[in-house]
């Protein structure tokens, strides 16, 4: 459930009409509901309850400042990938205490930083990450908590290119070489290997992949004879896009939490998307309606594949919503339709919102919202074809906080020089 709705054929944003908000800050831009990134956050802390987990927010899916505040006021952690994920965290004033590092490509100055700043763990990847981790404990004199990411080679049915615990995927550690590191643990002396990691992909809408992996891991482990403290299963919660009927959190819990009955372990959770996919929406404006000699029609609007790359990259479906529901002259709901293509203005033909889309006739100027924007939309954008990232509003209730300014044209050409005599 999100907290954007239409009253009176007019899509708000909480108590917010979202016309407003785009004719205050201008389009495209993207739009949280504040609302239901806190409603959602304590879905998952209210359904795992009983075992108080850490819940550490994903924030690959959306780094903003302050949806990262949002949730760490409320008490989660977050499961950083980078030397900057840390710094945004450390910003927010994230306590260190409650933050897990997982990426298989951390660098000795990330993880420098890392241990400088006293984080709960690390998730460790592979063989040579743990050398470089113990090494770089030694050289601070300090002893540093890790779990082993493990790969547990199950399908998750999602997308492929999300997909991230089969075999054949960059990431984790398979059992045999995660058994010879923990056999041989005694070579990291400044490393504590505290638990394990699985995260098996994203967008999943069924229970059964994280449980077939979960029963897969704790047999594992149960072969190694050491005591496991930490148990961290992941991200990877799918939500509704389309006609996708997820699990909730409740059901979820409910299959996973009797897995962990009778065992002594701290759970982590690393939600992303559930907390804050549909939490947001991208809100763009129509700029020129065309027909193709074919008879297609075409819907060009000012949002494109730079500000929200999914539908490109992943053939990813966000609805599309017209922001006012058209009326005709004397008042009456329009009721004529048309399919469009939702394209962009970017030069490439991948680059598109929606294909096929059936929607109130339009004309330019007409707002749209794409919906379900809120992870891994702002988060993935770029400023190619030299467009300036979009601005960032949240809505609280009945206010509208703009929480990252427009990009202008001078920050696109930011530190750049061009050398004499060129
Ligand atoms: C290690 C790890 N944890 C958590 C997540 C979050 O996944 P999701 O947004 O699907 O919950 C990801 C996403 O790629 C990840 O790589």
Request: proline share 5%.
């Amino acid at each position: 459930m999100h907290r954007f709705h239409y009253r009176n054929d007019t899509l708000y944003a909480e108590d917010v009409p979202v016309g407003e908000a785009a004719r205050r800050f201008g389009t495209p831009l993207y739009l949280y509901s504040h609302g239901t990134i806190v409603d959602h956050y304590l879905k998952i802390k209210e359904a795992f309850r009983e075992v108080e987990p850490l819940i550490c927010f994903s924030m690959k899916a959306n780094s903003s400042s302050a949806v990262l505040a949002s949730l760490v006021k409320r008490g989660a952690g977050l499961d950083i990938v980078s030397g900057g994920e840390l710094y945004r965290s450390r910003r927010v004033k994230c306590p260190a205490s409650r933050i897990v590092y997982a990426s298989v490509g951390k660098r000795e100055d990330e993880i420098d930083e890392a241990i400088r700043a006293g984080i709960l763990l690390f998730n460790v990847e592979s063989e040579p990450e743990l050398r470089m981790i113990n090494r770089r404990a030694h050289a601070r004199r300090k002893k540093v908590m890790v779990t082993l990411r493990l790969n547990p080679d199950v399908e998750a049915h999602t997308h492929h290119y999300i997909t991230t615990g089969k075999s054949e995927n960059k990431f984790g550690l398979d059992f045999n070489t995660a058994r010879a590191i923990i056999r041989f643990s005694n070579r990291y002396k400044n490393v504590d290997i505290a638990g394990v990691h699985i995260h098996i992909g994203s967008q999943i809408t069924e229970a059964q992949p994280f449980v077939a992996a979960i029963r897969k891991t704790l047999r594992f482990i149960d072969t190694l004879g050491v005591v496991i403290r930490y148990f961290n299963i992941g991200g990877g919660m799918g939500i509704v896009y389309d006609k996708e009927r997820p699990q909730g959190a409740n059901e979820f819990a409910a299959k996973v939490l009797p897995l962990f009955e009778d065992r002594d372990f701290k759970l982590i959770l690393e939600p992303g998307r559930f907390i804050v996919g549909n939490s947001g929406i991208l809100v763009t404006r129509v700029v020129y309606i065309k027909k193709s000699a074919s008879g297609k029609h075409f819907a060009i609007v000012d949002a494109g594949m730079n500000d929200l790359i999914r539908p490109s990259l992943y053939s990813a479906y966000h609805e599309i919503l017209p922001v006012d529901c058209p009326r005709q002259a004397g008042g009456a709901r329009s009721r004529r339709t048309v399919k469009y293509d939702v394209v962009g203005p970017i030069c490439e033909s991948g680059d598109f919102l929606g294909k096929d889309r059936v929607l109130p006739e339009l004309k330019e100027g007409d707002l749209l919202a794409v919906m379900g924007a809120g992870a891994y939309g702002y988060a993935m954008s770029s400023n190619y074809n030299s467009r300036p990232r979009l601005p960032e509003v949240m809505v609280i209730k009945n206010r509208v906080h703009l929480v990252r300014p427009r990009e202008t044209y001078a920050d696109l050409v930011r530190g750049e020089k061009v050398p004499k005599g060129i």
